[in-house]
């Protein structure tokens, strides 16, 4: 059986993406640029992984081949084929690169062709090491690793628990301008309608809800805001986003049980890279970003990575602007292959306005349209300005082990004023009664993660040690107050009777302030070439003070809590990698049991978790599967009075599908959810059997794009995407929101590829729900909004 020339020509069709995107010879991009390596002495499997994280270069070899053979260490700036060679010297070993950039580690038997150092063949069984690390950058839809789910560089096929990576490639292509909309194509991801999303980052992933960084929104690995309303995370400034689906609270402490949505920011690069892209699209959106980066000395010691945007814009919604400013300056110090501080900062500025829920049967009676605005020109306003500023640091010593130590200030000022809708139904002759809400809040957070890695061998098995402590502070001081009387709204005539009238005399806000300390020890252990056993615990000291404005009343709450995961992988030599997990979380909560008068406990979650991912071996795809059983029990549920009794309980089952890569000149993202989120414990009998408001149990998405090279348009890229929600329950009606199916498009031209002086210019046209389907996102009666009607944008991109 003679494997090596499929296995060239399927790498070079998983390559075929990097030559399309302007970068010449892939072989030559990849083998003869200098990069910064360090590569421990270790097994040559775990040596060939490290190297092709480092260099972008994609690796096959045999199974037999590496599974005797050490690797020295090799550290400098060095070019790919260099390091390499320095890797196999004294192996016996050689290497043939293809014209792809991609290598095969050969034997010794001859054969014919050009192979570096003698004439070789490939032993019978292959493993592919993919390209590139957790946090570079990823041409196309796939990434190889990731480090949300070990906190470590870690390739995903390697993780036992179910992880999707959506990569800047995408978001582009997608045109996603909100956090909500770079998931729109992940499996079990429920987001709310764009009229909410655009200021606040909230989702449910396996029917749980994960919204500010005290729930489960992250950036860079760390805890970001203290509070859901204080500004979305702009997608520009990310160069991915992960989501990690199920309990984690092993890693990052007190999370809800579905899972963490980790965005990865843009950092500095050792490559020059200069971007500006204008844009123009409906509802008057005009927008100009920005993105540079690249060494500031000769040497190569400093590099910056600088991302900014500025859109003026209104919205679907009357008299509502869609504004926003961000920019994100970020600095590398590297002062040699084993030292690292990277500086991160950002400002944020949005300029809009709240989208207020509505009864659903205002909604589907007809009685008000999706761009009806129902609050008042002088009073409705939603001002936001968030600020960060962090660094991340990275040390190995001498003996290998790795230190990593991070840390960030958060900081946001929110105005928040809007007139409430739904105080009784619209009236048959269209007239709605509303009451104002004001809201001012400022919160901030200190976020810290220390840790300390170390690689070993020991009773014949690989371990990669992680050991660390984190931090968390979150404050939240927030003052609302309310309307002293109703006023009217005739939505025929737009008509509006009385003022806010807001009484400032009573504040129904709150001041809250909470700190979680934990402590974290994680073993990978890699044994027989194709097992990797990861085990981990954790123990979590949470704290919180909360003070009522309106009552005086001061809440204390003090919990802790120890939490487990244990997960193996086996890694068939085809590329099929099944595993099974078990995993916990916890999540304290606030306030006091009205049976008992004691204090609530903590949401405690349980998963079990099995899958399968395969990575056909020589192609750029990968396709996964997950089963799970998540339990949630002391959830905090109420009665009709509206008393808290902690006696609820959620169980979710459900199956995932997902499919991304890279096939020729095709690109694809597909998914599909089975979601069984079922209430079995309320203190409303009415809710018990009933399912998770706003998840759907079935939702499936395809997104596929194509490059026209073969059929005489070189330079020229079509796509289109199809987003199907099913039917969501609505625990406090009979009445189901109902199911919809929503379609994107995508087309794309390299003018340089038609004219020599257009080099470097792009468009890119980008319509989202192309047929302007109507659709409603409920999470309650009470609680529905519209969904974004038809989109249109055109963008004209400058690369150098």
């Known amino acids: 059986m003679r494997l090596l020339p499929a296995l060239m020509a399927g790498v070079t069709i998983g390559f075929a993406g990097l030559a399309n995107a302007g970068m010449g010879s892939p072989a030559q991009a990849q083998t003869n640029q200098t990069r910064a390596f360090d590569i421990q002495a270790s097994s040559l499997s775990r040596a060939l992984r490290q190297f092709s994280q480092q260099s972008g270069v994609q690796v096959a070899y045999s199974t037999a081949i590496a599974s005797s053979v050490s690797a020295p260490a090799v550290k400098g700036p060095l070019t790919p084929e260099d390091a390499l060679s320095a890797l196999l010297s004294g192996s016996g070993l050689h290497y043939s690169f293809t014209a792809s950039g991609a290598v095969t580690i050969l034997g010794a038997e001859p054969v014919t062709g050009s192979v570096k150092n003698s004439e ?8 592919v090491v993919g390209r590139g690390g957790a946090y570079e950058p990823v041409e196309g839809y796939r990434a190889e690793s990731s480090s949300s789910g070990t906190k470590s560089d870690t390739p995903i096929i390697e993780t036992p628990q179910s992880i999707s990576v959506v990569t800047a490639d995408q978001i582009a292509n997608q045109r996603a301008t909100s956090l909500s909309d770079t998931l729109s194509y992940t499996p079990g991801v429920t987001t709310q309608s764009g009229g909410f999303s655009r200021m606040v980052d909230d989702f449910m992933i396996r029917g749980f809800n994960t919204a500010s960084g005290n729930t489960g929104t992250l950036r860079d690995g760390m805890k970001f805001q203290s509070n859901v309303y204080d500004g979305g995370q702009e997608p520009y400034g990310l160069e991915r986003v992960e989501v990690l689906r199920g309990a984690s609270s092993v890693l990052y402490g007190q999370v809800a049980p579905g899972g963490v949505v980790n965005a990865i920011s843009k950092r500095p690069t050792a490559e020059p ?8 699209g409906t509802d008057n959106r ?3 970003s920005a993105d540079f980066g690249g060494p500031i000395d000769e040497e190569g010691v400093l590099t910056y990575r600088l991302t900014g945007l500025a859109r003026d814009a209104d919205n679907w919604v009357d008299n509502t602007p869609d504004d926003k400013k961000y920019i994100a300056p970020a600095l590398t110090w590297k002062p040699d292959d084993e030292t690292a501080l990277t500086l991160l900062g950002s400002y944020q500025h949005v300029d809009t306005r709240f989208a207020p829920p509505y009864l659903l049967t205002d909604i589907t009676s007809g009685k008000i349209s999706r761009n009806t605005f129902t609050g008042i020109d002088d009073f409705d306003t939603y001002q936001s300005d968030t600020y960060t500023i962090g660094g991340i640091f990275e040390h190995t010593f001498d003996n290998e082990v790795k230190l990593r130590s991070s840390t960030r200030y958060f900081h946001a000022d929110i105005q928040w004023n809007y007139m409430m809708p739904n105080v009784t139904p619209i009236s048959a002759s269209g007239i709605m009664t509303r009451l104002a809400s004001e809201r001012a809040e400022t919160s901030y957070g200190i976020t810290s993660d220390n840790s300390l890695e170390y690689t070993f061998d020991a009773l014949g098995a690989e371990h990669t040690v992680l050991g660390g402590l984190d931090f968390y502070r979150r404050s939240y001081d927030s003052h609302r107050y309310r309307g002293a009387s109703y006023s009217t709204l005739d939505l025929n005539t737009g008509v509006s009777t009385g003022s806010p009238n807001v009484n400032h005399a ?8 909470g700190d979680q300390y934990g402590i974290y020890l994680q073993d990978q252990i890699k044994f027989d070439d194709h097992w990797v056993l990861l085990l981990g615990g954790r123990h979590d000291w949470a704290d919180s003070t909360t003070k009522s404005y309106q009552t005086g009343v001061v809440t204390d709450q003090r919990d802790n809590a120890f939490t487990g995961r244990a997960g193996l992988v086996y890694l068939f030599d085809n590329g099929v990698a099944p595993y099974v997990n078990v995993s916990q979380s916890f999540l304290p909560q606030v306030g006091s049991d009205y049976l008992t008068g004691s204090a609530l406990k903590p949401n405690e979650g349980l998963q079990y978790e099995a899958g399968v991912r395969y990575q056909p071996v020589g192609t750029d795809l990968q396709f996964s599967a997950a089963i799970y059983d998540l339990n949630q029990k002391n959830v905090v549920s109420y009665s009709s009075t509206g008393n808290a009794y902690q006696l609820g309980e959620v169980q979710s089952r459900g199956l995932e599908l997902e499919a991304r890569g890279e096939v020729g000149n095709w690109g ?16 409303k009998t009415a809710e018990v059997g009933e399912q998770v408001a706003l998840v759907p149990k079935h939702s499936f998405s395809l997104w596929a794009d194509y490059g026209l090279d073969d059929l005489g348009l070189e330079g020229v890229r079509v796509g289109g995407g199809m987003r199907f ?19 994107d498009a995508l087309a794309t031209v390299d003018l340089g590829k038609f004219d020599p002086k257009l080099d470097g210019l792009d468009l890119k ?3 989202r729900n192309l047929f302007d389907r109507e659709y409603v996102s409920c999470a309650a009666i009470d609680g529905c909004r519209f969904g974004e009607p038809m989109s249109v944008s055109a963008s004209l991109s400058y690369k150098w």
């Open 273 to 280: 890279l200069h971007e500006v892209n204008l844009e123009y």
């Open 725 to 743: 929600i099913g039917k969501r329950n609505l625990t406090d009606s009979a009445i189901d929101n109902g199911g919809y199916v929503l379609f």
């Open 668 to 683: 694809l993202v597909a998914g599909y959810t089975f979601t069984d989120a079922e209430i079995t414990q309320s203190a």
């Open 765 to 767: 046209v980008n319509a």
């Open 506 to 513: 009573v504040d129904r806000g709150s001041d809250s302030l």
């Open 286 to 288: 005009k927008q100009i």
């Open 120 to 127: 070789a063949t490939v032993l019978e069984t292959i493993h």
